[in-house]
């Protein structure tokens, strides 16, 4: 248990930067705000679901950090 809340705060951290990192490279290319707009999206999309993929692990539902596969 303490090493899934362990890896859930590396995937925190590595959220965190990943979105401090992008924006910032994002605010300092000369990009038209729709274009920008779009990345932000789907910036905001794939870090979501890197979020959403450690809080199943967190509970044993997916990811590396406990999922079952069963064959039928």
């Known amino acids: 248990m303490i090493e899934t809340l362990i890896m859930l705060l590396v995937y925190l951290l590595i959220v965190g930067l990943v979105w401090w990192a992008a924006t910032t490279i994002?605010?300092?290319l000369p990009l038209p705000p729709p274009i920008r707009q779009i990345i932000n999206v789907i910036l905001i999309?794939?870090?979501?679901?890197?979020?959403?993929?450690?809080?199943?692990g967190l509970v044993g539902e997916g990811g590396g950090?406990?999922?079952?596969?069963?064959h039928l």
Do not use: D, Q, S
Request: aromatic letters at 4%; one cysteine or more; hydrophobic letters at 75%.
């Open 26 to 28: 994002i605010a300092l």
């Open 65 to 70: 950090m406990g999922l079952r596969l069963h």
């Open 45 to 56: 999309v794939v870090l979501c679901l890197i979020i959403i993929y450690a809080l199943l």
